[in-house]
């Protein structure tokens, strides 16, 4: 049987395709992490090691790195607190030639953060009297910290009945406060201080109003009582 010849061309293609077709196991990894990158998967992890300014997952067999910044949202005090737990991550980032694997928790964080926060505002209904800290000061209004990760607006026209240009005007940073929630839309509390006060006169006013005056038969009565019993 004659020698089949193959040109150059041919042959660097079937080098190529032999790669292709027998991948050796460490290559299908890499390429599996990619795919888990591209999937933005969800993976189970343990913290196996401390190092610096991190910590260290595997996953199948890869060494992982998780920056202290991707492992919370917070600021972390203490990273040995976080060995041998178990978490949940994704793959941020995927380098086969520099053999680099960064994967991150903070992402799953802020959705499970958010979906507790919509959870918690579903609880809340309009007209609800809240206690706060004025948190933050903007042109347009003062952001209160209602405690419980909640924070909700108070827009510079909801503070007061006076008209006023600025919010400092009259709150400032770390300013307790009482507010009503008015209302609630796309996961937002609309917060107001005013509308307190308008409950405050609508109760004084319903108090006058349920004030029983007697009738003028009882007043003349009385007075003749008191008449009565005076000696002249």
């Known amino acids: ?22 991948k050796d196991e460490d290559q299908m990894v890499w390429e599996n992490l990619k795919k888990l990158k591209e999937d933005k998967a969800i993976l189970d992890v343990t913290v196996d090691g401390i190092v610096n300014k991190g910590v260290v997952s595997y996953v199948e067999g890869i060494r992982g790195f998780i920056p202290a910044s991707k492992l919370a949202l917070g600021r972390i005090e203490d990273l040995n607190e976080y060995l041998g737990k178990e978490i949940k991550v994704q793959v941020l980032d ?45 042109p347009y209004g003062a952001f209160i910290d209602l405690g419980d990760h909640l ?19 009259v709150l ?16 937002k509390l609309s917060l107001s201080i005013k509308a307190l006060d308008d409950d405050a006169k609508k ?30």
């Open 172 to 187: 400032s940073v770390g300013d307790p406060v009482k507010v009503k929630v008015i209302a609630i839309k796309e996961g």
């Open 94 to 138: 995927v380098d086969e030639e520099k053999n680099r694997l960064i994967l991150s928790r903070r992402a799953l964080l802020r959705v499970e953060e958010e979906e507790e926060r919509k959870a918690k505002i579903e609880q809340i209904a309009v007209g609800t009297i809240m206690e706060g800290t004025v948190e933050n000061i903007k």
């Open 203 to 232: 109760s004084e006013e319903d108090a006058l109003t349920n004030v029983k005056l007697p009738k003028s038969e009882e007043l003349t009565t009385n007075l003749g009582s008191l008449f009565k019993n005076i000696k002249l």
């Open 1 to 22: 049987m004659a020698e089949e010849k193959m040109t150059m061309n041919e042959f660097d293609k079937a080098v190529d395709e032999s790669f292709d077709s027998f």
């Open 151 to 169: 924070s909700g607006l108070v827009h510079v026209s909801q503070i007061s009945h006076s008209r006023i240009k600025d919010p400092s005007v």
